[in-house]
């Protein structure tokens, strides 16, 4: 066959297709009948020039045995699989025994070449398009404001015991760092004879500030350290922590409890240290190895403004080495530190203790009022971090780690209280999680 019988006969194969198409029937001239509008619009001779010199491609062997239906693509014939129930699905079946029937008009051939030239592929299957994590938003960014919402609902706790002899600053430290009248004073008066033993007082205040309550408990310890024999004198202390403790527990395991179980375990333990200048004293190291095992112990030391600096950073590092030859620790923790805040709780262990002062007396300095305590040589500021640290002192118990020292409290010291009286109970190791209320 001649090269132009060749692309006359592909140019009328191309001419039965499109009218096939088109649900027209097939005329002996490609450019006559119900194709003249086609011609009249100039795209017909393109598309039948682009065709004429497309070769005819031989389609694979043994492809009426394949259970395959061929999607023209570009110049290749590429295989799909059949879909039986599909039945709007149309076959292109390519033979090489067609090439002799193509010049026929009985049965019109099928040029897969030429219709992938003029029409898409007969057949796509849809992928599913991936969604970018910045195309759609879910809504994950307004957990912690539900979780904001629920907890100015329900209101914050913090539980705080004040342990030190008497005139120390105790309830003027409190109310300096509430800015309230928190705790009253239990110093007790001249020619009065203090108390036998040490005594529980216990004042509860709400706090509030910028729509913030705050549950305030304040725990004092009047008579402690004030005998001559202060045998066991901090025993009242750690009984009243452990039955917090206690109830907390019997509260938990109760068959009907409350949604929100009143937390009135302590929380945080301020130690109130003499301005001695030397060194902790006995009595000091035994209160404080008996506490650090059971609450968040902070010592500080009272009236600092009664030492010079060199003598307050003498006094401090004396007590560092006592703290660490006894093995007492205080908070913060370096064991149970987040990587993120260590840094800042490396520069609050080297504080410790925190020399303070506490005053509620308000002093106008050049047009500002501040907390002060007025001496003959001078005022002493409280929030000045030059005179004093009672700044970073409050950043610690209020504004940077209050919440941590709940954490703590319930994760550590109150779950080490929970499996000793559970072993006491029962003889014999429980395990933490089959108590859990989830599995209750």
């Not at 029937?101 to 019109?108: A, I």
């Amino acid at each position: 066959m001649s090269a132009e019988g060749g692309r006359s006969s592909n140019t009328r194969n191309a001419v039965h297709e499109l009218t096939r198409q088109f649900g027209r029937e097939p005329t002996n001239s490609p450019v006559s009948g119900p194709l003249a509008n086609l011609i009249h619009q100039k795209s017909l001779p393109k598309i039948l020039s682009h065709i004429a010199k497309t070769p005819p491609v031989a389609a694979p062997p043994n492809v009426e045995n394949a259970n395959h239906s061929f999607i023209p693509t570009g110049n290749v014939v590429k295989p799909y699989p059949a879909d039986p129930d599909d039945t709007k699905t149309q076959e292109v079946m390519v033979d090489q025994t067609s090439a002799s029937e193509s010049e026929s008009d009985e049965s019109p051939p099928n040029p897969v070449t030429s219709i992938a030239q003029i029409r898409p592929t007969l057949r796509q299957s849809v992928q599913p398009s991936k969604i970018q994590s910045s195309d759609y938003v879910i809504g994950l960014d307004q957990l912690q404001e539900q979780v904001r919402r629920l907890a100015l609902r329900r209101g914050f706790t913090l539980n705080i015991m004040v342990v030190g002899r008497s005139g120390l600053g105790k309830s003027t430290l409190i109310n300096t760092l509430f800015r309230s009248s928190v705790l009253p004073r239990t110093c007790t008066a001249s020619g009065s004879e203090p108390a036998k033993t040490t005594e529980i007082r216990t004042t509860q205040t709400a706090i509030h500030e910028n729509g913030v309550r705050l549950d305030l408990t304040v725990t004092d310890t009047p008579g402690f350290g004030d005998r001559i024999d202060n045998t066991n004198c901090w025993e009242p202390a750690l009984e009243y922590i452990n039955d917090q403790y206690e109830k907390y527990l019997m509260e938990e395991q109760s068959a009907q409890r409350t949604r929100w179980i009143h937390d009135t375990r302590v929380h945080c333990c301020l130690y109130f240290i003499p301005p001695t200048g030397h060194g902790l004293r006995p009595l000091d190291l035994e209160v404080l190895q008996q506490l650090h095992n059971v609450v968040n112990v902070i010592p500080v030391i009272a009236k600092a403004d009664t030492l010079t600096l060199d003598e307050r950073q003498e006094f401090k590092k004396n007590i560092q080495l006592d703290l660490a030859q006894h093995r007492i620790e205080v908070y913060p923790f370096a064991k149970y530190d987040h990587p993120d805040d260590y840094a800042v709780n490396e520069s609050y262990r080297k504080m410790v203790p925190f020399a303070v002062v506490g005053s509620e007396q308000v002093h106008n300095v050049m047009g500002q009022m501040v907390l002060g305590r007025q001496n003959g040589w001078g005022l002493v500021q409280v929030e000045d971090p030059g005179h004093c640290e009672f700044h970073h002192l409050r950043n610690l118990l209020i504004r940077n780690r209050m919440q941590d020292l709940i954490e703590l409290t319930s994760a550590i010291h109150y779950e080490a209280f929970r499996r000793r009286r559970l072993m006491e109970t029962n003889g014999t190791m429980i395990d933490m999680c089959s108590l859990n209320e989830s599995h209750i």
